[in-house]
């Protein structure tokens, strides 16, 4: 089950308490106070772990609390310090405090931390109250209380492309031919109810990650059919994949879905469509009496897009549409390294 939205109650250990206490030992007059700090609590962090694709655990799991601090004993000595609690997400996750709109920040590599809960610093025992005006203190401090808050976690899915079309335009078949992945295809509108990830092997040593981005209709920008839930999984990729029914069987035009889909993304964010986009040609083994192929590479070209004609059925351009995948891929890996962190 795929879980990109969640919200978690996280608490921070609090400070162990300072102790108050005098050395009292036989021939030593005057021992004077000894009462150690306490400890400090422990920290909460998210941290990315590449192994996990969804926030589902975190469904069952709401609550999450760090270690308090030990509290100082006598003999100067101080409280042992609470362990930090680690809470495992998907690369891609962003925290925000509840009920606001700025975020605390993110994790989008493997071992990424994030901290969204500081520990209670530890008390002070009476000890650290010794001055020449003060030879016998008596006080001693409680710990601070660690921090907590209702956190809301939203994943988005990292990928180098995105499959985006109509529903039924064939991109989980796509999908499932040029990857392991297995979505669930069938004959009617929205079959795939969550984005799916898959690994695609370009070549012996080239591989890039493809996700197939569900509800993608006129009005998702707005909330129509699946869009406001999985547009913004779009926001990760690199490179943008149109996939458009291209068989002239569906009574649809191919011309007017890229163009919709487009106009769909644009609307949601303007800055994706200054993207790397390619467009597939989709069920050309299915081709109508009425090729609507020329129409579509009309409408690409005024768009500055190439179209690559493929068959997931028979296979036919899955070879060529791997390799300009993956270049178009490397290309824009290689402008991130090159323009450094942001």
């Not at 009292?24 to 609590?41: H, L, M, T, W, Y």
């Not at 943008?240 to 291209?246: K, M, N, Q, T």
């Not at 469509?273 to 083994?285: G, I, N, T």
């Not at 028979?314 to 402008?335: P, W, Y």
Request: charged fraction near 25%.
């Amino acid at each position: 089950m795929f879980v990109d939205r969640v919200k978690i109650f996280v608490k921070a250990g609090d400070g162990g308490r300072g102790c108050a206490s005098f050395r009292r030992e036989s021939k030593v007059p005057r021992g004077g106070p000894d009462g150690g700090n306490g400890g400090r609590g422990g920290d909460v962090y998210l941290v990315a772990v590449s192994h996990q694709n969804t926030l589902l655990p975190l469904r069952y799991h709401t609550e999450w609390r760090a270690e308090r601090g030990e509290h100082g004993g006598p003999s100067n000595c101080t409280g042992a310090e609470g362990a930090d609690l680690l809470i495992s997400v998907p690369p891609g996750t962003l925290a925000a405090l509840d009920g606001s709109e700025d975020s605390i920040g993110e994790v989008l590599a493997e071992g990424d931390r994030l901290l969204v809960a500081r520990g209670g610093r530890g008390g002070r025992g009476n000890r650290s109250f010794l001055s020449n005006f003060n030879r016998a203190p008596r006080e001693a401090e409680p710990g601070a209380e660690g921090e907590e808050h209702w956190l809301r976690l939203d994943l988005k899915l990292l990928a180098d492309v995105g499959l985006l079309g109509f529903p039924n335009a064939g991109k989980s078949t796509l999908l499932s031919r040029l990857s392991a992945a297995k979505p669930k295809i069938a004959d009617y509108p929205f079959t795939t109810l969550s984005p799916v990830l898959g690994v695609v092997q370009a070549g012996e040593d080239e591989t890039f990650v493809a996700a197939d981005i569900p509800g993608i209709i006129e009005g998702a920008h707005e909330g129509a059919g699946l869009g406001l839930h999985f547009l913004r999984h779009v926001q990760r990729t690199r490179v943008l994949l149109h996939v458009v029914d291209a068989s002239g069987t569906s009574g649809r035009d191919p011309a007017a879905d890229l163009r919709a889909v487009r106009d769909e993304v644009r609307q949601w964010d303007e800055t994706l469509v200054e993207r790397p986009q390619l467009v597939v040609a989709s069920k050309r083994d299915a081709v109508g009496e009425d090729d609507p192929l020329a129409s579509l590479q009309a409408e690409a070209r005024r768009l500055s897009l190439d179209v690559v004609p493929i068959s997931a059925v028979t296979g036919a351009g899955l070879l060529d549409l791997k390799r300009r995948l993956f270049r178009m891929v490397q290309e824009t890996r290689a402008t991130v390294v090159a323009e450094g962190p942001a």
